[in-house]
Protein backbone atom coordinates (compact mmCIF):
# COMPACT_ATOMS: atom_id res chain seq x y z
CA UNK A 1 0.00 0.00 0.00
CA UNK A 2 1.44 3.50 -1.10
CA UNK A 3 2.16 6.22 1.99
CA UNK A 4 -0.53 7.83 0.34
CA UNK A 5 -2.90 6.96 -1.22
CA UNK A 6 -3.81 8.86 -4.75
CA UNK A 7 -6.45 10.84 -5.53
CA UNK A 8 -8.66 9.43 -8.22
CA UNK A 9 -11.59 11.43 -9.75
CA UNK A 10 -14.52 8.47 -9.01
CA UNK A 11 -17.84 10.07 -8.39
CA UNK A 12 -20.99 7.95 -7.90
CA UNK A 13 -23.19 8.14 -10.62
CA UNK A 14 -26.05 10.69 -11.36
CA UNK A 15 -28.95 10.65 -9.82
CA UNK A 16 -31.84 9.50 -12.56
CA UNK A 17 -34.86 11.95 -12.73
CA UNK A 18 -37.78 9.24 -13.31
CA UNK A 19 -40.59 10.58 -15.32
CA UNK A 20 -43.77 11.82 -13.69
CA UNK A 21 -45.85 9.01 -12.30
CA UNK A 22 -49.77 9.46 -11.98
CA UNK A 23 -50.74 11.49 -9.23
CA UNK A 24 -51.34 10.07 -5.89
CA UNK A 25 -54.46 8.94 -4.69
CA UNK A 26 -55.64 9.50 -0.63
CA UNK A 27 -57.09 5.83 -0.81
CA UNK A 28 -53.37 4.63 -1.31
CA UNK A 29 -51.80 6.79 1.19
CA UNK A 30 -51.13 6.35 4.46
CA UNK A 31 -51.50 9.93 6.48
CA UNK A 32 -49.95 11.31 9.49
CA UNK A 33 -47.85 13.71 11.60
CA UNK A 34 -44.01 13.38 11.87
CA UNK A 35 -44.55 12.79 15.30
CA UNK A 36 -47.16 10.20 16.54
CA UNK A 37 -46.48 11.19 19.99
CA UNK A 38 -46.83 14.89 19.41
CA UNK A 39 -49.54 15.59 16.92
CA UNK A 40 -48.81 17.40 13.98
CA UNK A 41 -47.73 20.14 15.52
CA UNK A 42 -44.83 20.54 18.71
CA UNK A 43 -43.26 23.24 19.93
CA UNK A 44 -40.97 25.34 17.59
CA UNK A 45 -38.59 28.88 17.93
CA UNK A 46 -39.95 32.18 18.81
CA UNK A 47 -43.33 30.50 20.01
CA UNK A 48 -44.32 29.44 16.58
CA UNK A 49 -45.08 25.83 15.99
CA UNK A 50 -43.66 23.66 13.97
CA UNK A 51 -44.49 20.14 12.34
CA UNK A 52 -45.21 18.16 9.29
CA UNK A 53 -47.48 15.65 7.35
CA UNK A 54 -46.06 12.23 6.36
CA UNK A 55 -47.52 10.33 3.35
CA UNK A 56 -46.70 6.83 3.06
CA UNK A 57 -47.49 5.02 -0.22
CA UNK A 58 -49.26 1.72 -0.14
CA UNK A 59 -49.97 1.58 -3.56
CA UNK A 60 -48.12 1.94 -7.31
CA UNK A 61 -45.49 4.51 -7.17
CA UNK A 62 -47.25 8.18 -7.69
CA UNK A 63 -46.25 11.85 -7.91
CA UNK A 64 -46.71 13.92 -5.35
CA UNK A 65 -45.88 17.20 -6.49
CA UNK A 66 -46.03 20.94 -4.92
CA UNK A 67 -47.37 21.13 -1.60
CA UNK A 68 -50.91 20.74 0.22
CA UNK A 69 -53.42 22.98 1.36
CA UNK A 70 -54.54 23.23 4.60
CA UNK A 71 -57.05 25.35 6.51
CA UNK A 72 -57.43 25.46 10.69
CA UNK A 73 -60.94 24.83 11.25
CA UNK A 74 -63.38 24.98 15.01
CA UNK A 75 -62.99 26.78 17.98
CA UNK A 76 -61.95 30.86 16.99
CA UNK A 77 -61.06 29.83 13.58
CA UNK A 78 -63.84 32.31 11.96
CA UNK A 79 -62.87 35.82 13.79
CA UNK A 80 -59.41 35.31 13.11
CA UNK A 81 -57.53 36.60 9.98
CA UNK A 82 -55.54 33.74 8.47
CA UNK A 83 -52.60 33.71 5.69
CA UNK A 84 -50.99 30.62 4.18
CA UNK A 85 -47.84 31.09 2.59
CA UNK A 86 -45.05 28.42 1.13
CA UNK A 87 -42.29 27.61 3.49
CA UNK A 88 -38.63 26.87 2.03
CA UNK A 89 -36.27 25.36 3.77
CA UNK A 90 -34.00 26.37 1.76
CA UNK A 91 -31.29 24.26 -0.39
CA UNK A 92 -31.61 20.45 0.35
CA UNK A 93 -28.16 18.75 1.60
CA UNK A 94 -25.20 18.37 -0.95
CA UNK A 95 -24.15 15.72 0.23
CA UNK A 96 -25.92 12.62 -0.32
CA UNK A 97 -27.81 11.60 -3.11
CA UNK A 98 -31.53 11.42 -3.15
CA UNK A 99 -32.66 8.12 -2.32
CA UNK A 100 -35.83 8.28 -4.50
CA UNK A 101 -38.11 11.05 -6.18
CA UNK A 102 -41.53 12.46 -5.83
CA UNK A 103 -41.99 12.42 -9.04
CA UNK A 104 -42.57 8.65 -8.77
CA UNK A 105 -42.98 8.23 -4.80
CA UNK A 106 -41.90 3.97 -5.08
CA UNK A 107 -44.35 1.99 -3.05
CA UNK A 108 -43.43 1.96 0.73
CA UNK A 109 -42.17 5.13 0.70
CA UNK A 110 -42.65 7.75 2.49
CA UNK A 111 -42.97 12.04 1.69
CA UNK A 112 -43.31 14.93 3.82
CA UNK A 113 -44.20 18.93 3.72
CA UNK A 114 -43.22 20.96 6.54
CA UNK A 115 -45.40 22.78 8.52
CA UNK A 116 -44.79 26.78 10.19
CA UNK A 117 -47.26 28.37 11.82
CA UNK A 118 -47.37 31.40 14.07
CA UNK A 119 -49.42 34.05 15.70
CA UNK A 120 -52.33 33.03 16.54
CA UNK A 121 -54.73 35.71 18.00
CA UNK A 122 -57.99 35.11 18.62
CA UNK A 123 -60.29 38.07 19.65
CA UNK A 124 -59.52 40.30 22.38
CA UNK A 125 -55.78 39.12 22.99
CA UNK A 126 -53.59 42.29 23.90
CA UNK A 127 -50.29 40.15 22.30
CA UNK A 128 -47.12 40.09 24.10
CA UNK A 129 -46.87 36.98 23.88
CA UNK A 130 -50.26 35.80 25.54
CA UNK A 131 -52.15 32.73 24.25
CA UNK A 132 -55.29 32.31 22.31
CA UNK A 133 -57.76 29.26 22.65
CA UNK A 134 -56.87 27.02 19.80
CA UNK A 135 -58.70 25.58 16.93
CA UNK A 136 -59.89 21.97 16.91
CA UNK A 137 -58.36 20.78 13.83
CA UNK A 138 -56.17 21.80 10.95
CA UNK A 139 -57.40 19.82 7.21
CA UNK A 140 -54.69 19.38 5.15
CA UNK A 141 -55.67 18.51 1.18
CA UNK A 142 -53.79 16.80 -1.39
CA UNK A 143 -52.98 18.09 -4.66
CA UNK A 144 -55.04 15.60 -6.49
CA UNK A 145 -58.01 15.63 -4.30
CA UNK A 146 -59.24 14.43 -0.72
CA UNK A 147 -58.19 15.58 2.73
CA UNK A 148 -57.17 14.47 6.08
CA UNK A 149 -57.86 16.40 9.39
CA UNK A 150 -55.93 16.36 12.22
CA UNK A 151 -56.24 17.59 15.99
CA UNK A 152 -54.41 20.44 17.21
CA UNK A 153 -53.56 20.35 21.01
CA UNK A 154 -52.34 23.69 21.15
CA UNK A 155 -51.30 26.88 19.04
CA UNK A 156 -48.76 29.15 18.83
CA UNK A 157 -48.60 32.15 21.13
CA UNK A 158 -50.05 35.85 19.84
CA UNK A 159 -47.36 38.21 19.69
CA UNK A 160 -48.77 40.72 17.30
CA UNK A 161 -53.11 41.08 17.15
CA UNK A 162 -52.44 43.38 14.34
CA UNK A 163 -51.25 41.07 11.65
CA UNK A 164 -52.73 37.71 10.57
CA UNK A 165 -51.91 34.10 12.07
CA UNK A 166 -49.90 32.40 9.30
CA UNK A 167 -49.88 29.05 8.89
CA UNK A 168 -46.40 28.11 6.38
CA UNK A 169 -46.36 24.90 3.86
CA UNK A 170 -43.24 22.98 2.24
CA UNK A 171 -43.20 21.29 -0.46
CA UNK A 172 -43.45 17.40 -0.58
CA UNK A 173 -39.72 16.34 -0.29
CA UNK A 174 -38.80 12.48 0.24
CA UNK A 175 -38.70 10.75 3.97
CA UNK A 176 -35.52 9.07 4.34
CA UNK A 177 -34.99 6.80 6.93
CA UNK A 178 -32.28 7.10 9.71
CA UNK A 179 -29.39 4.81 9.08
CA UNK A 180 -28.84 1.79 10.90
CA UNK A 181 -26.21 1.76 13.64
CA UNK A 182 -24.77 -1.01 12.02
CA UNK A 183 -23.60 1.15 8.64
CA UNK A 184 -21.30 3.27 11.04
CA UNK A 185 -17.80 3.98 9.70
CA UNK A 186 -15.33 3.13 12.65
CA UNK A 187 -12.82 5.86 11.66
CA UNK A 188 -11.23 9.32 13.42
CA UNK A 189 -9.97 11.55 10.64
CA UNK A 190 -7.40 14.29 10.75
CA UNK A 191 -7.41 17.07 7.92
CA UNK A 192 -4.16 18.24 6.65
CA UNK A 193 -4.17 21.20 4.30
CA UNK A 194 -2.52 24.53 3.43
CA UNK A 195 -3.37 27.30 5.43
CA UNK A 196 -4.13 29.74 2.44
CA UNK A 197 -6.11 28.78 -1.53
CA UNK A 198 -6.52 30.43 -4.47
CA UNK A 199 -9.81 31.00 -6.34
CA UNK A 200 -9.98 29.00 -9.56
CA UNK A 201 -6.90 26.87 -8.36
CA UNK A 202 -6.81 22.98 -7.38
CA UNK A 203 -6.92 22.91 -3.66
CA UNK A 204 -4.98 19.35 -2.77
CA UNK A 205 -4.59 17.97 0.80
CA UNK A 206 -4.62 15.17 2.51
CA UNK A 207 -7.05 13.29 4.69
CA UNK A 208 -6.08 10.56 7.32
CA UNK A 209 -8.15 7.56 8.92
CA UNK A 210 -7.50 5.84 11.86
CA UNK A 211 -9.23 2.68 12.49
CA UNK A 212 -10.58 3.17 15.88
CA UNK A 213 -12.08 -0.43 16.52
CA UNK A 214 -10.26 -3.06 18.33
CA UNK A 215 -10.24 -5.25 15.47
CA UNK A 216 -9.67 -4.91 11.32
CA UNK A 217 -12.14 -2.96 9.28
CA UNK A 218 -12.64 -4.25 5.97
CA UNK A 219 -14.29 -1.79 3.44
CA UNK A 220 -17.22 -3.34 1.27
CA UNK A 221 -17.73 -1.11 -1.33
CA UNK A 222 -15.84 1.78 -1.48
CA UNK A 223 -18.12 4.98 0.14
CA UNK A 224 -18.55 8.23 -1.04
CA UNK A 225 -16.99 11.26 0.76
CA UNK A 226 -17.95 14.88 0.25
CA UNK A 227 -15.66 17.99 0.90
CA UNK A 228 -16.52 21.73 1.11
CA UNK A 229 -14.49 24.99 1.01
CA UNK A 230 -17.40 27.62 1.37
CA UNK A 231 -19.34 27.32 -1.99
CA UNK A 232 -16.73 25.08 -3.58
CA UNK A 233 -18.31 21.48 -2.61
CA UNK A 234 -18.18 17.88 -4.79
CA UNK A 235 -19.08 14.25 -3.92
CA UNK A 236 -16.52 11.63 -4.73
CA UNK A 237 -15.78 7.63 -4.22
CA UNK A 238 -12.87 7.35 -1.44
CA UNK A 239 -9.84 5.18 -3.44
CA UNK A 240 -10.29 2.43 -1.06
CA UNK A 241 -9.25 -0.79 -2.74
CA UNK A 242 -5.29 -0.18 -1.85
CA UNK A 243 -6.28 0.29 1.58
CA UNK A 244 -9.11 -2.54 1.16
CA UNK A 245 -8.06 -3.46 5.50
CA UNK A 246 -7.15 -1.37 7.75
CA UNK A 247 -5.52 -2.84 11.03
CA UNK A 248 -6.96 -1.63 14.70
CA UNK A 249 -5.49 1.70 15.71
CA UNK A 250 -4.21 1.59 11.51
CA UNK A 251 -3.76 4.95 9.67
CA UNK A 252 -3.95 5.42 6.11
CA UNK A 253 -3.73 8.49 4.01
CA UNK A 254 -5.00 9.75 1.19
CA UNK A 255 -4.61 12.29 -1.13
CA UNK A 256 -7.46 14.68 -1.78
CA UNK A 257 -8.25 17.86 -4.59
CA UNK A 258 -10.79 20.37 -4.66
CA UNK A 259 -11.47 22.73 -7.73
CA UNK A 260 -12.16 26.35 -6.58
CA UNK A 261 -14.03 28.13 -8.70
CA UNK A 262 -12.43 31.71 -9.92
CA UNK A 263 -15.73 33.38 -7.79
CA UNK A 264 -15.06 31.63 -4.62
CA UNK A 265 -15.02 34.60 -2.15
CA UNK A 266 -12.31 35.60 0.13
CA UNK A 267 -12.24 35.50 3.87
CA UNK A 268 -11.75 32.65 6.50
CA UNK A 269 -13.36 29.18 5.73
CA UNK A 270 -12.56 25.94 6.95
CA UNK A 271 -12.27 22.88 4.28
CA UNK A 272 -15.10 20.16 5.65
CA UNK A 273 -14.70 16.60 4.89
CA UNK A 274 -17.22 14.16 5.51
CA UNK A 275 -17.24 10.20 5.31
CA UNK A 276 -20.04 7.93 4.09
CA UNK A 277 -22.72 10.37 3.60
CA UNK A 278 -25.80 9.25 4.89
CA UNK A 279 -24.20 6.68 7.46
CA UNK A 280 -25.25 6.51 11.19
CA UNK A 281 -23.14 9.34 12.21
CA UNK A 282 -20.77 9.88 9.25
CA UNK A 283 -17.05 10.81 10.54
CA UNK A 284 -16.11 14.26 9.73
CA UNK A 285 -13.34 16.85 10.03
CA UNK A 286 -11.99 20.13 9.08
CA UNK A 287 -9.33 22.25 9.24
CA UNK A 288 -8.47 26.32 8.67
CA UNK A 289 -8.13 27.04 5.33
CA UNK A 290 -8.48 31.32 4.42
CA UNK A 291 -9.07 31.97 0.58
CA UNK A 292 -6.91 34.70 -1.01
CA UNK A 293 -6.84 37.13 -3.85
Known amino acids: MPAVVPWIPASPPPFVVPAVAPACRLANLRVGGVDPSAGIFDNGASGALTGGVVLTNAGPPCSLLGRPAVRLVGGPVARVRL ?96 PKQTTRLPFALAVDAPSTARPGTVLRYRVTLRNTRRRAFRFGACPTYFEELGAAHELHVLDCGPARTIAPDASVTFAMELRLPPTLRTGPDGIFWELGPGTYLPPSASARVVVTR
Open 83 to 178: KQTAFDPGAPPLDVLPAFSVRALPTGSAAYATLWWSNWCAPGNPGAGNLSPPPTALEVALPAGGSVRFPVRGAPRCDAPEYPSTVAVGAFTPLVPQ
